[in-house]
């Protein structure tokens, strides 16, 4: 009767709590966003591909850096994708290709930092006067504070000779309104 009881009892606490601990455990994986997720997906290959191209950093902002000119210099604009934006991203397709969209762009540059621990966020949007205009760009975090980058819209600047938008410092807040497009869905 009441040993039974207690027993229940005890193990549905013990359950709360673990049931607690667990949300707990994937809010704080959320949070610092550096995991290899249903959304943004690579495998030991790109990783391994990751820390040789890091070799000789010595700072997330150095790794940064080197994987923002690597995808500006790399990847070229799929012009002929009928599919502007996806729901997942598997690295393997674009480092293949060598190819992709906005979407690619910012999920594979997600993907490299992701893999080396540094926290980064892929963000979708539309331009701020044009709300056809879909776009993705990512937020990254070093040096104690988030950067915006737009490693599709550094390629075009850097193939077309315009200037690029490079790596703009926005502070505590990786979600901080962004002067050229409106935040829409965060990966």
């Not at 790794?63 to 000119?69: A, K, S, Y």
């Not at 997942?88 to 930092?113: E, I, N, P, W």
Request: hydrophobic letters at 40%; glycine letters at 8%; one cysteine or more.
């Amino acid at each position: 009767g009441i040993m039974r009881k207690t027993v229940q009892a005890c193990l549905l606490i013990l359950g709360l709590m673990a049931a607690v601990l667990l949300m707990m455990d994937s809010f704080s994986v959320v949070k610092t966003v550096t995991v290899n997720g249903a959304t943004i997906q690579w495998d030991d290959n790109f990783e391994r591909f990751c820390c040789e191209l890091a070799e000789g950093c010595s700072s997330d902002a150095e790794r940064v850096t080197v994987f923002r000119n690597w995808i500006i210099q790399n990847i070229s604009y799929d012009e002929e994708s009928e599919v502007l934006f996806y729901q997942t991203f598997h690295v393997g397709k674009v480092m293949q290709s060598r190819k992709g969209v906005c979407f690619d762009y910012a999920c594979l540059f997600a993907a490299m930092c992701r893999s080396q621990g540094i926290p980064c966020y892929v963000l979708d949007g539309t331009y701020q006067g044009e709300p056809a205009f879909r776009h993705a760009w990512n937020r990254v975090f070093f040096d104690g504070q988030w950067w915006s980058l737009d490693t599709t819209r550094d390629h075009t600047a850097r193939k077309e000779g315009g200037s690029e938008y490079g790596v703009v410092p926005i502070g505590e807040d990786p979600f901080a309104e962004d002067s050229y497009f409106l935040i829409h869905q965060v990966f």
